[in-house]
């Protein structure tokens, strides 16, 4: 598979990578108990997307030099699209682990852990799966349409089913573990085992805090199998396909904070993640008869995501406007 990456690109990726994850986990405090404020999650939100429009500003100037301003471009919009694709189907994880956290009663001062061990868990098991997936794709040129298939249906899917919400309880993930390992009914701080004594002996027991760990990374894998191929769909430069995949779930665990108390007003963004799903999928299976030009795909992808958020605070703005005067009627007799 032909790629614009040279060994020192891909050297400095994961430089990059290893700095910021140093800079998330030692001196944004990921490792460290504290809840996290509105203004330090939005100030390193920006920090990150800063940080992937720099790398996007840096391959531009490299290849505008090394290979032309058109290979320039090409390329530079084939990462700025595949970032934003990524980062949009990203905020449904985001949504996914705020009901992780309702659900099991976690407080915000306890989920960095969690969210720290998730990100780092997401960066390898993408990894793997984005160069397997280079792999087929080159050997195997059909699989492609496989891939837009599962898109399309992934996307009708969500669209049919967005009002619907999981049932935690009876999940078969959670169910099995509390089958095959002893769990407390109470948090135990950051831990996820404790030692209890029965009968002269100590035994080992999960904590809830353990059961969320393991749903963050298995959505993780989940939410992985429907955007990958997505990214896909717009390049299949390997390069391209990790380096906009990574700096996207780089700053995942800030935008969890950031819209942790913003999630109800977003009501209609699945909608548009869903659309989004659909429209790549298309794309992928006209692949061989008709190539959706990458700046027209960046347009709608990028349109259909602001539609959705701009209709989703409308929504909100009038519930609360048809809520805030209907309580200031007096009632009547």
Known sequence: METIGTWWMWAGFFAIVLVMLAIDLFVVGGGKQHRVSFKEAATWSGIWVGVSFLFAGAL????DHSAGREIANTKTIEYITGYLIEKSLAIDNVFVWLMLFSFFAVPLELQKRVLVLGVLGAIVMRTIMIFAGVWLIAKFHWILYVFGAFLLITGIKMWWFADEKPDLENNPVIRWIRQHMKVTDELH?????VMREEAGKLVRYATPLFLVLILVEFTDLIFAVDSIPAIFAITTDPFIVLTSNIFAILGLRAMYFLLADMADRFSLLKYGLAMVLMFIGVKMLLIDIFKVPVVFSLGVVAAIIATSIILSLRKENQSA?????????PDTV
């Open 189 to 193: 701080g950051e831990r996820f085992f």
């Open 60 to 63: 531009w100037w490299y290849l």
């Open 321 to 329: 406007s048809n809520t805030g005067s209907g309580s200031s009627n």
